[in-house]
Each structure stands twice: as C-alpha cells, then as structure tokens.
C-alpha cells in the first residue's frame, strides 16, 4: 500500500518487478511516494532484488524503523551511507556493491535489534546491534513490530523476488567451559548467536525463552 498521502504514486507491477518509475511532466515537479506492508514483523529474513539507476537512492525499511540503504555506490570508499549499509549507523565490512543498472541481492536478517545483511552473496554486517532508528522511520520505539516500506520519494528503482520469512525460535544449547571450569550456555539459532553470559541468557523474540546453568 502507499505509505504517503498528497504526493504522486510512482509504483506498479510490471513484468514480476515493483517498480517505481517518477515521471515528471513537463514544466512540473511531483513528489512521489514510499510503499508499505500491510502487516507488522518483528523477527525476519527478508531477501530481495533491487535494480537502481545511474546515481539511484532508495532504501528499505525493516519494521519501518531502521533503514538499509539502497543507492547507487558502486566504487565508492566504505561509508555507512552505501549500499546495504545501515542508514547512517553501521558500515559494511566490504563493498560488494555491482554497478548501476545491474540487478543486486540483499538478504536481511534482523532478530531482535541485531542486523545482518549479505550483499550479492557477501557478508557485509555480521549481527551487529542497531542503536536506534534511523531518519525517515514511523517510530523510535525499537521494541515495537513494524512494516517493511520501500523508499520511493528519492528516484526511479526496481525491486523483485521479495521473499519474507518470520524467525522462528529454534535453539542450539551449547556449554561453554569457563577458567574455573564451571559452565556457562551459548545459545543459538539459525542466524545468529545470543547471550554469552555466566548466569543466563535472553533469548528473541521477545525475551521469551530463558536458559540457565545445570547443575555440573
């Protein structure tokens, strides 16, 4: 759905993609909108394919709150304003970025407030916690399940293949030796490993699901 009310909706459907096209009439200026889900996430695997132009910007937005930027980088000195970057907040390890025009991969893993996201198939941000929102969010309450929306207001840009799983809490438990031989549990789910502590650890969704020491 259109996530913006009073500017010009730029988004269709065109051969599989969603595409967002900002056609300005002669001898005007319109403003275009953002796009956004209907339903709220809160812990996700989010993958997709995005096509942007030559100097494009777009963006997505995981539970409307925290941003990965979707730009034209290609080439460009690591800065957490490049592609599949964390808006302005965590810098990717590498550039894995491809030229303008071509078609990209970004899959995005967020559980909790921790982010991962793989570009074309190269690690860029290994779970790395986000410290807040980022500009343009809907809210700053982080704890809150959110929309996915897509940057449109910027320019032109194509998405396809977007494909959103929801991370179910399935949990490795794995014992820790200590130096004074006691044990502590490292605990972990498919993506991502949690609460590396002596006495218990936290684990997301929500805080939900408790682990502490046997009695060794």
Known sequence: VAKDDGVANGWSAKGGSLVNEQKQPEGQHLSFGNIATKQAFGDFNLTLDVKVPKNGNSGVYLRGLCEVQVADTYGKPLDPHNMGAIYARITPTVAAEKPAGEWQKLDIT????????????????????????????????????????????????????????????????????????????????????????SSCAVISPGHAAHLWKPTV
């Open 110 to 197: 967020l559980v909790d407030q921790h982010v991962t996201v793989k570009l074309n198939g190269t690690l860029i941000i290994d779970n790395q916690p986000i410290m807040g929102c980022t500009g343009g969010a809907l809210w700053s309450d982080v704890t809150k399940p959110g929309p996915i929306y897509i940057q449109g207001d910027h320019t032109s840009v194509e998405y396809r293949n977007l494909l959103l799983r929801p991370v179910a809490i399935c949990l490795w438990l794995v014992p820790r030796p200590l130096r004074d031989k006691a044990y502590d549990w490292v605990a972990r789910n498919r993506f991502h490993w949690f609460g590396r502590q």
